[in-house]
């Protein structure tokens, strides 16, 4: 699966990591609050403290710092009542929840993965507990936080996903997590599935993008060209909207439809006069009409704009 890497992220509760990378992933503040809300009210109200001042943090101060985004004084507090009681379950939740979106803000990726694996480990343990409260969100930042660890961990990243659903706990990128897992697991039906229902719950153009990419990969073409479009529609990025012209056009001529597949990279070209890609598809819309001249014109073009670009290269190769 091809994604726009200039927009593909995943949601996170706080300020999340600003970088054109695939990861995630990342963007759903609405999850988090709600995430903020059932932590706090369910976890601990109602509760006492039950550490004195001048000793580890109490369960309020907690549930303050986290309250407040204050990730890296939460892990500091939360260890500290780790360090006289090991297997203290609220200690266990805050730090492995303030590791996770803690690392999430990280720039450095060796940080990051530091991060997220420290949160396994606190979260892995809090699981050991019977309590039931909170297992839900528990299974959900694990599976977010093996996901973030890398390409090994995709299949604990549904797994974990999969529990938290069964414990009945929904956040609005799980399924954009799901269907990301699943897609690099090639497990493409399922990846297709994930996005059709996270679609439904909020349309949006990246959305509707990945989808299209996911329908090719499965060869259901038509419906891939129905998702594209609705990006197109929807789309207010410049760049998305190019990508989804590109993968339409791509489509369009593999159905010979060629007048309406050149539409969109003419499109394309007066809004990018540098889209590599856009040139390597005229070039075989003028292959089509064995048009050889200008079609080889076209793909020296994209090798020009990006030397990389292997499908051009292939091209003026084979003709």
């Not at 379950?89 to 694996?117: H, K, N, P, S, W």
């Not at 606190?122 to 019977?130: N, P, S, V």
């Not at 014109?297 to 030397?307: I, K």
């Amino acid at each position: 699966m091809r994604y726009p890497k200039a927009r593909f992220r995943f949601a996170s509760r706080g300020k999340a990591k600003q970088e054109p990378s695939a990861r995630v992933i990342a963007g759903s503040i609405l999850a988090s609050v709600v995430f903020l809300t059932v932590l706090a009210f369910v976890l601990f109200g109602g509760h006492r403290a039950f550490y004195s001042i001048g000793r580890a943090a109490s369960r309020s101060d907690l549930t303050e710092l986290w309250t407040e985004q204050r990730y890296e004084e939460l892990i500091g507090q939360a260890e500290a009542r780790l360090a006289e009681e090991p297997m203290d379950r609220t200690a266990l939740i805050y730090a492995g929840f303030g590791q996770f979106y803690a690392g999430l803000e990280q720039v450095d990726d060796e940080r990051q993965l530091e991060y997220m694996q420290g949160g396994i480990r606190k979260l892995r343990k809090a699981l050991l507990h019977d309590s039931d409260h909170l297992r839900g969100e528990l299974y959900y930042v694990l599976s977010k936080s093996y996901f973030h660890v890398g390409p090994f961990y995709y299949d604990l990243t549904v797994d974990y996903m999969q529990r938290a659903l069964e414990h009945g706990y929904h956040a609005a990128d799980v399924h954009e997590y799901l269907a990301a897992a699943y897609a690099e697991l090639g497990r493409h039906a399922e990846a297709a599935d994930s996005l059709k229902a996270a679609v439904a719950e909020n349309p949006n153009d990246l959305l509707y993008y990945t989808l299209g990419e996911t329908k090719m990969e499965l060869g259901r073409l038509s419906e891939a060209e129905h998702s594209f479009e609705r990006a197109i529609a929807l789309s207010e990025d410049s760049y998305l909207t190019q990508q989804s012209q590109l993968r339409l056009a791509e489509l369009l001529i593999e159905d010979d439809r060629f007048d309406e597949a050149l539409e969109q990279v003419e499109d394309v070209l007066a809004t990018n006069e540098e889209s590599a890609h856009a040139y390597y598809l005229r070039g075989e819309l003028y292959r089509a009409e064995n048009d050889r001249e200008r079609a080889r014109a076209q793909w020296r073009e994209a090798v020009r704009l990006d030397p990389q670009h292997a499908e051009a290269l292939q091209s003026l190769q084979n003709n």
